[in-house]
């Protein structure tokens, strides 16, 4: 097995060339960032494009049945397929990973367009809604895969970590980005045109993401190809595993995941909506600064990723675990009677850190699983990390849900096991990465 190296970089890129391969620029900088660049765009495009997707279904399926519960229980099935992403990550290491997201993103498009015309004769329902949301979760499990592996490959190593900030801020972006233009959008052309859009972005992203060369080396199949993805599956597992640095990496994802992300989704809107019954104006500002400060933290991982190592992760949580106890002061009785901005204004200088801390770690750790993976591995390894870390903020915003709901009258109570669960998963850290 080998170390991806910056020699080793280069030793690669003259592998492929003796097996009769095209370099198409990739050796050489400017090829790099092209192709990077125009997969970036190809990403702004149809990330955009499913967000407003998303936004639209879920006013429009509030408008039509008025009930929100009907609408979470079709979000919470259409992530089911999400745990297909494994699979995503063997094929994409078997095949062309420009060409799985081309194919992707046109049967994104392709289904979109035809609900439209459903929608447009009026054959618009609940279900046909549903079929389509699951539709496009597995075809994203399948989808991300390839894009996160191919990265490695269109960036050299000493940029990786900002190339992964790239991606991950533009997924960020689209989150802000997508109720705000939605909305205007939504109440100005209704949700036809908006669906509309989508199924046109999906389109324009395949079409960019056709001029786009990612290496590929085509590997012999010994089996059956269902008999192969299998096999392929298993070694996937194997390695992750079997490899301290990915396995200790995916764990450590997993639980940030579980304990910090929920404080956010499904802690802050309780917080300062109830707690401290901010205006709507107080409320949005708030969330729009803890979604902004995400993509502050992916597009600063590049300079931050200078001064972070994995022995050292731990004082970073350490130091999250520390921000997080003003937090619980600011919902604390104390801060109720000094007014409604004391808290307020102490709970964003606390929580926007925070999030752009949380953002940084979790590319720095995807980064370097990334170098210690082969091109072969990437794909599986990519997705098994992608799948057990996605689903472990599900479960981590059940539990809140029901401890912040039982807790209602002492918001700080929570908040402060929070803040001993990180201080513990600080210990965990050092444990695990110290002789890494």
Known sequence: MYERTAGSQGVRIQEIDAKGIKRSGIGERGGKRRNFCLMVAGQIVSILGSSLLRFALSLYILDITGRADIYAALYAVSNIPMLISPLG??????????????????MSSAFILVYYIFLSGGGMSVPLTGTLMILLSAISAMYMPAVTSSIPL????????AANGAVNGVQALSNVAAPVIGGVLYGIVGVKTLVLISGIS??????????????????????????????????????????PLVMRSVILAALLNMILTPLFVVGAP?????????????????????????????????????????????????????????IALSVSPSAA?????????????????????MTAISIFVLTKIQKETPDDYLGKVMAITMAVSQCAAPAGQLVYGFVFEKFRSVLYAPILIICAAMILLSFLAKRMMRHI
């Open 202 to 243: 999906f389109f324009c992203s395949a079409v960019l993401e056709l001029f786009i060369h990612i290496p590929f080396i085509r590997r012999e199949w010994t089996d059956h190809v269902v008999l192969s993805i299998v096999k392929d599956l298993k070694a996937g597992f194997m390695y992750a595993v079997k490899k």
């Open 337 to 357: 009677g000094s007014g409604m901005y004391i808290g307020y204004i102490l709970f964003l200088s606390c929580s926007i850190p925070i999030a752009m801390a």
């Open 270 to 326: 309780v917080i300062l909506k109830v707690a401290m019954n901010s205006t709507d104006a107080m409320y949005g500002a708030g969330m729009g600064a803890i979604n902004f400060a995400t993509i502050l933290g992916a597009l600063l991982v590049g300079i931050a990723a200078k001064k972070m190592e994995m022995r050292t992760l731990h004082s970073w949580i350490a130091g999250i675990a520390v921000l997080i106890l003003p």
């Open 154 to 161: 269109l960036v050299d190593e000493n940029r990786l970590e």
């Open 89 to 106: 990550g063997a094929v994409a290491d078997r095949f062309n990973r420009r060409n799985l997201m081309v194919i992707f993103d046109f």
